[in-house]
């Protein structure tokens, strides 16, 4: 048997291809869609894509189940439990659970392990040359590492109410009868690590064991006490913002997201073909350079999406394709680097992409308005806007500052005052650049804290440890 974890750093996303090395079959359980790595890794190993499955209707990413039936003809299997309103709006074969999946010597079997969400499966795996137990569970959302999928997210994103209640309980059961039933020796493979909005303490550890999460994890001791009031207060305490794409994220992937086909290269586009979209307003520019790179001038009414670690998720938090309607054009160093981001940017739906420049020289030009932290106390500001998590505010923020975290903040723009400047800030300034830009496109005058609160906090500490005269 082969089993290769595919992880997306940018997402924290683990996808994996599962094959038999006897008959040459594989599938893909939970793709992304930019599949050119799958294809890459089964050819590599002489074998065919026969299967696509995933284990839920994903809330962080587009699903690329269909992407890849379409391009190599695997069979499509999705989940059929959790009742009607979680059934999928394409075809494919409906799992149950106990139903399996057979590729040679390999069987998946599906099991309904709902919480997280309803009709959640987790995949335990026998690799039927070698053993006629299973081995392996790939666990999806369900179990993490040192964590479980929050059952929140329905509420948060999805236009749920109070669905999180039941999810928690959900999530007791599915533990009780589903996951400690197994043996110890079980290895756990989750579709998510840390960095995941997912849970709020996923490990860094690419898997686990039944038997070392039973002794360790820090919802162990409730399940063998016995104790569900216990876990579902511990469970749903201190979980982080919901981006508010993730409601996007639900609905087109039980929709099933469209197929995206053979994509042609990225071209470079004209400076002048660029301005002049620039100046009508038909394309949006996206600088792609990290904040401290801009803050020395960018581009007119741009979008900061640095290209680094997290390109899907901070064009998620600026770029909506449903009310956003102009194509992107990138700033990227060559074409290599342009497909890249675009491959990325995928990922979250984000298709429209226009092409790419390799400078904004000729470009219309602007520098972002930056206040220091020791002008901030005499600053006629109508708001200061802390984008962190709810969770780093509470840990400590600027006086009188409003948390709207930088995920959700497109869609809350009632929250925010019509006329005036508005101060904002993060951790160290990079997920603000992002943030500030977007503001500054919907029409608003912002001015960002250089450093962000590590810069505030700093400048604070040494005001009180200055020397008195």
């Known amino acids: 048997m082969l089993i290769e974890r595919i992880y997306d750093e940018d997402l924290a996303q683990a996808s994996y291809l599962i094959g038999c090395q006897s008959t040459g079959e594989a599938v893909v359980v939970d793709g992304r869609r930019d599949i050119a790595v799958y294809q890459d890794l089964a050819a590599k190993n002489n074998m065919r ?36 309103e979680w059934q999928y709006g394409f075809e494919g074969t409906r799992l149950h659970d106990g139903d399996t999946i057979t590729l040679g010597n390999i069987t998946l079997q599906a099991l309904h392990t709902p919480g997280h969400t309803p009709e959640h499966l987790s995949f335990l795996v026998t690799d039927g040359a070698f053993s006629n137990h299973a081995g392996y569970l790939l666990s999806g959302d369900f179990v993490f590492s040192g964590d479980l999928g929050r059952p929140d997210l329905l509420d948060e994103a999805a236009g749920g109410v109070d669905t999180r209640f039941e999810g928690a309980k959900q999530l007791f059961r599915s533990l009780q009868e589903k996951f400690l039933t197994l043996p110890d020796y079980v290895q756990v493979h989750p579709a998510h690590g840390a960095g ?22 820090w919802w162990g001791p409730y399940l063998a006490a016995n104790d569900e009031r216990g876990f579902i207060d511990e469970l749903l ?42 100046a009508a307003d ?31 998720t901070y064009g998620a938090w600026v770029v909506n394709p449903e009310t956003d309607t102009n194509p992107l054009v990138l700033l ?15 990922r979250v739906g984000i298709d429209d992409v226009a092409g790419y420049v390799t400078s904004i020289d000729g470009l219309p030009a602007t520098e972002p308005a930056l206040i220091q932290p020791a002008d901030l106390p005499g600053f006629d500001a109508a708001l200061i806007l802390d984008v962190r998590n709810r969770t780093e505010h509470t840990s400590g923020h600027v006086p009188g ?31 603000n650049s992002v943030a500030a830009s977007a503001l500054r496109r919907a029409g608003y005058d912002v001015v960002e804290l250089d450093g962000s609160y590590t ?15």
């Open 237 to 278: 305490d201190g979980q982080p913002d919901a981006h508010a794409y993730f409601n996007r994220m639900k609905r087109e992937n039980r929709e099933g997201p469209a197929v995206l086909g053979e994509r042609a290269p990225l071209i470079e586009l004209d400076q002048d073909q660029v301005a002049a979209g620039l």
């Open 49 to 84: 894509i026969t299967a696509v499955t995933e284990t839920h209707i994903h809330a962080d990413y587009l699903s690329g189940t269909r992407e890849l039936a379409a391009a190599t003809g695997a069979a499509i299997h999705v989940s059929g439990e959790g009742g009607p």
């Open 332 to 346: 990227a160093t060559d074409q290599d680097q342009a497909q890249d981001i675009r491959d990325h940017l995928v």
């Open 282 to 312: 038909t394309v949006t520019f996206v600088d792609t350079r990290s904040a401290k790179d801009v803050h020395q001038g960018t581009v007119e009414r741009s979008l900061n999406i640095p290209a680094g670690a997290a390109i899907a």
């Open 455 to 469: 810069a505030w906090n700093s400048w604070q500490q040494a005001r009180k440890t200055a020397p008195t005269t």
């Open 196 to 217: 995941s909005a997912c849970g709020k303490a996923l490990g860094a550890i690419p898997s686990s064991t039944v038997g070392y999460e039973r002794l360790y994890s």
């Open 401 to 431: 500052a409003h948390q709207l975290n930088g995920g959700r903040l497109m869609w809350h723009l009632d929250e925010l005052p019509t006329d005036g400047t508005i101060v904002t800030y993060c951790q160290s300034g990079l997920r």
